[in-house]
């Protein structure tokens, strides 16, 4: 059974940041690419970020791009979504999933961010 657990949503106020991490198995990441997806209140899900399984390649969204960044930890078997400079606009649900040939095939439960004063 494959399982995505995320962690670290919260309330912060906006400028301020955060630090979500997915933890799932060993065999999950070294084989497997992990994203990040969030969905806002009454919208669509919309691609956040993504890691290769080495680490190497990293991508994240322009909407979030030079605020967000995606990394590893492996002593600790995450993926970690480090979020600055939080906007009202980035209030959503977090999910990370797995990738499995370029479709998601595997979800966490997903972990709410809000951004408010």
């Known amino acids: 059974q494959v399982q995505l657990v995320e962690s670290g949503g919260g309330l912060v106020q906006p400028g301020g940041s955060l630090r979500l991490s997915c933890a799932t198995s060993?065999?999950?990441?070294?084989?497997?690419?992990i994203h990040w997806v969030r969905q806002a209140p009454g919208k669509g899900l919309e691609w956040v970020a993504h890691?290769?399984?080495?680490?190497?390649?990293?991508q994240v969204a322009d909407s979030v791009k030079g605020r967000f960044s995606i990394s590893r930890d492996n002593a600790k078997n995450t993926r970690v979504l480090s979020m600055n400079s939080l906007k009202p606009e980035d209030t959503a649900l977090y999910y990370c999933?797995?990738?499995?040939?370029?479709?998601?095939?595997?979800w966490g439960q997903g972990t709410q961010v809000t951004v408010s004063s």
């Open positions: 999933a797995r990738d499995e040939k370029r479709a998601y095939d595997y």
């Open positions: 060993v065999c999950t990441l070294s084989n497997h690419r």
């Open positions: 890691i290769t399984e080495d680490g190497v390649y990293t």
